[in-house]
């Protein structure tokens, strides 16, 4: 079962997503900020983490660099997600580490194959 930490403010977005995620054998870890993202991933050692990026308290770029830059969670590989549709968006996404970028609405179709490779088998 793959392992989901899921950073999202939106608690209606957090929802949805969480449901359908679950509804795909994912066990799904939820976070509102960027403080409590950190602890999650930490503590839960999720398979990937879905970042929003418009977070409160720390915002989706620095809460993945702080993750990148921690040896207990360097690993966690994290797909941006975010209303921030800019090729510079995108970019300073990757820059910070994350491995993909799926803008919102989500494409749950894309967002799914997105998550394949980190699949257990």
């Known amino acids: 079962m793959l392992k989901v ?27 509102v900020d960027g403080e409590t993202a950190l602890a999650q991933a930490d503590s839960g050692q999720p398979d990937i983490i879905l970042m929003d990026i418009s977070l409160p308290v720390c915002d989706g770029f620095e809460v993945t660099r702080r993750l990148k830059a921690n040896p207990a969670t360097q690993h966690i590989p994290v797909i ?20 993909g970028f799926q803008t919102k ?3 749950f179709a894309e967002l799914l194959g997105a998550l394949a490779p980190y699949r257990r088998s």
């Open 80 to 99: 941006a997600l975010t209303a921030h549709v800019f090729v510079e968006d995108r970019d300073r996404a990757l820059a910070v580490g994350c491995v």
């Open 5 to 31: 930490l899921l950073v999202e403010d939106n608690e209606l977005n957090s929802d949805m997503l969480a449901r359908r995620l679950q509804r795909h054998g994912c066990d799904v870890l939820i976070a």
């Open 105 to 107: 609405p989500v494409d």
